[in-house]
């Protein structure tokens, strides 16, 4: 069984930074595409950013040039560091692996999510 955990979340003044990590753990033959989404209330879940195997990086509008994400191959474990918070960052940020486990398909597995509240 595979699963992805993230950490890492936290309050923060705006103007202050955080570091998100997310590891996928269990049977993993192989991983894909590695990211994060957030879900803010009342709103759908939206592209923070994702990175490729080969590093290849694509980030949400609303994101680009304050945060910044980073993968460990050998780990499985892709990070998110936010700088330069702002208020409507706040919301719940999804990890999102694109994974092959042994014996198994790809497919995309979710974390459970951890919660960024920016506000002063």
């Known amino acids: 069984q595979v699963q992805l955990v993230e950490s890492g979340g936290g309050l923060v003044q705006p103007g202050e930074s955080l570091r998100l990590s997310c590891a996928a753990s269990?049977?993993?033959?192989?991983?894909?595409?590695m990211g994060w989404h957030r879900q803010a209330p009342g709103k759908q879940r939206e592209l923070v950013a994702t990175?490729?195997?080969?590093?290849?990086?694509n980030y949400g509008d609303s994101v680009k040039g304050r945060f910044t994400i980073s993968r460990d191959n050998d780990k499985n474990t892709v990070f998110l560091q936010m700088n330069s918070l702002k208020p409507e960052d706040t919301a719940i940020y999804y990890c999102?692996?694109?994974?092959?486990?042994?014996?198994?398909?790809?497919?995309?597995?979710w974390g459970q999510g951890t919660q960024v509240t920016v506000s002063s």
């Open positions: 999102k692996g694109n994974l092959v486990a042994r014996g198994g398909n790809w497919r995309d597995y």
């Open positions: 269990g049977r993993i033959f192989s991983a894909g595409d």
């Open positions: 990175i490729s195997k080969g590093m290849r990086i």
